[in-house]
């Protein structure tokens, strides 16, 4: 039985509905009732509400990721450090490009007036002091990581204790799968506990996504009933910094690593892998993408099955270039368009806080826009002012999050090639 229309429809083109649809109502009414006493407020109120419930689910959803990957996947240590090694370079190079530009280009500070603008139509106070030395400097940072209690992290929806956590637990549960026969657990009733938990949270948030474009139609109604359409003026800077941003990390650094380690030229690395790249692109989800990712490695690119599976389904949990730059960057902005200068120190924790929040959160669309509030509350901006500045990047994150999937899948292909090394022959 064929799936109902309304499921054939690109998630892109439905939340690019939703912007233009709440754009229309914003310039229409503005802040005036639309029916039965509710206008663009409550709209925006009731948009903000899905963004809660991802929030609310982004942890649990990295909890059981993490356990699942450590409890199926064997790795072997040199492998695995392999992995990790080729992961942390990327990544480093990703951040090192987010940084740069955010701080030499400065796109925040463009939208300051319009930011305020939210603010006070939102009632929320302006932040001058609560983003300081204290709150962002790394020793308070790495004392607030170590939990009090191991519920604490999940109470909180802090997700570096929880990432912490669940590594170390996640460690210990593939070291007793690994002990002699004699002295071995049964670990089948957790395994299947949290494999069939993780399928569960993907599918509750699979209905959850689909509630997105009407989330962002209420979001985008709201802002630019408040603030007009100046919004997406405002946001052009930040949206032409990221996307920069991004197709330097794709297009310049990719290539380059993979022609120099891995002997494919950039033109057989872009062309041979173009099918899973737009399937990453009209899917939004590097997660859904693994099969024709897999494809274009081993019988396209001439990628051994081993390192193709070990960089397509773990990598595509660890190697999340695309969210992590996402992150930062979106992070950064939000910070420039409140007029806090960080320095280089807070800069780190908000990079640490986004590499966190990108580790083991499955390549599910809208994965960045799940994990942004998380990266922002560990900033230490207060939930009313995450509510602002979520409100605010609404408009432009449907492009943005194309754009993410497309630099994971793009990034699972480069580590299956450098895990592989040079093509012999």
């Known amino acids: 039985m064929s799936a109902p229309a309304r499921f054939k429809v690109p998630l892109f083109a439905r939340v690019l509905a939703g912007v233009t649809v709440g754009a229309i109502l914003g310039v229409a009414f503005g802040k005036d009732p639309i029916l039965l006493g509710a206008g663009n407020e409550e709209l925006g109120e009731l948009g903000m509400l899905v963004i809660r419930l991802l929030k609310a689910l982004a942890v649990p959803l990295v909890l059981f990721a993490i356990l699942d990957t450590f409890l199926k996947t064997q790795i072997s240590a040199r492998s695995g450090v392999k992995l990790l090694g080729i992961c942390a370079v990327n990544v480093s190079v990703a951040f090192t490009i987010g940084l740069l530009l955010m701080n030499v280009l400065r796109p925040g500070v463009s939208s300051r007036a319009d930011f305020e603008k939210l603010q006070t139509a ?3 106070a302006p932040l ?10 790394p020793i308070k940072a790495l004392q607030s990581y ?21 590594l170390l637990f996640g ?19 957790i395994e299947s506990f949290v494999h069939g938990g993780l399928r569960a949270l993907v ?5 959850v996504v689909l509630t997105v474009p009407f ?13 007009g359409l100046g919004v997406f003026s405002a946001l052009a800077p930040f949206l032409g910094v990221v996307l920069l941003g991004m197709a330097l990390h794709a297009f310049l650094y990719y290539p380059l690593v993979v022609w120099l380690v891995g002997r494919r030229t950039p033109r057989e690395f872009l062309g041979k892998g173009a099918d899973a790249v737009f399937t990453g692109l009209s899917t939004n989800s590097s997660l859904a993408t693994v099969p024709v990712t897999l ?20 990598g595509t949990n660890l190697n999340n270039d695309g969210i992590t730059l996402y992150e930062a960057m979106a992070a950064l902005f939000v910070a420039q368009a409140l007029g806090l200068d960080l320095t280089f120190g807070q800069q780190a924790v908000v990079v640490l806080s986004s590499l966190m929040a990108g580790i083991g959160i499955a390549g599910i669309p809208e994965a960045g826009l799940v994990m942004l509030p998380l990266v922002l509350g560990a900033m230490g ?6 509510a602002v500045a979520i409100a605010f990047v609404v408009p432009v994150d449907w492009i943005l999050a194309r754009a993410r999937s497309g630099v994971n899948v793009l990034s699972d292909m480069v580590v299956a090639i450098l895990l592989d090394g040079p093509r012999k022959g």
């Open 122 to 124: 939102g009632n929320v």
């Open 128 to 137: 001058k002091s609560v983003v300081g030395a204290d709150s962002l400097s």
């Open 146 to 166: 170590v939990p009090e209690s191991l519920v604490d992290p999940f109470l909180k929806n802090a997700i570096i204790p929880v990432v912490l956590l669940t």
């Open 171 to 189: 460690a210990a549960l593939r070291k007793l799968k690994e002990e002699p026969a004699e002295t071995r657990i049964d670990l089948g009733a």
């Open 203 to 207: 599918l509750v948030l699979d209905w």
């Open 215 to 227: 989330a962002v139609l209420g979001v985008v109604a709201q802002v630019v009933g408040r603030a």
């Open 295 to 314: 494809h274009c490695l081993t019988e396209k690119l001439g990628v051994s099955t081993e390192s193709a599976r070990l960089a397509a389904c773990v």
């Open 381 to 386: 901006l207060p939930a009313p002012m995450v």
